[in-house]
């Protein structure tokens, strides 16, 4: 199992990113996926989950109606399309999944990706 973030960036106030999360060595379009962070100095924090088939997603009060999390499972890939940054969106950017692995349910994470919201 890998999963690969990118799209992470130095952005100002009021701007957008798209962040990707390319999957591998599972059956993608089988799992929910989720968009983690984890902000300079603090816990994890989960900001996003999205279905297996992209049908369902939730999200964190604090993103609502900035971010959209979305899914290509023709491509393995997730996304998170993040609008009217603020500061304090500032955080290293996780992709992960619970995948079943040799009879075992195993949560697997990317390497992340730095997002950083200031002027």
């Known amino acids: 199992v890998e999963l690969v973030e990118s799209g992470g960036a130095l952005v100002q106030p009021g701007g957008s990113l798209r962040l990707s999360c390319a999957a591998s060595?599972?059956?993608?379009?089988?799992?929910?996926m989720r968009w983690t962070r984890q902000p300079p100095g603090k816990e994890r924090e989960l900001v996003a989950v999205?279905?297996?088939?992209?049908?369902?997603?939730n999200y964190v009060d604090s993103v609502k109606g900035r971010f959209t999390i979305s899914r290509d499972n023709a491509k393995n890939t997730m996304y998170l399309q993040m609008n009217s940054l603020k500061p304090e969106d500032t955080a290293v950017y996780f992709c992960?999944?619970?995948?079943?692995?040799?009879?075992?349910?195993?949560?697997?994470w990317g390497q992340g990706t730095q997002v950083t919201v200031s002027s």
């Open positions: 992960n999944a619970d995948v079943l692995t040799s009879g075992n349910l195993r949560t697997y």
């Open positions: 060595g599972f059956p993608f379009s089988s799992y929910h």
């Open positions: 999205i279905s297996s088939t992209g049908n369902i997603k």
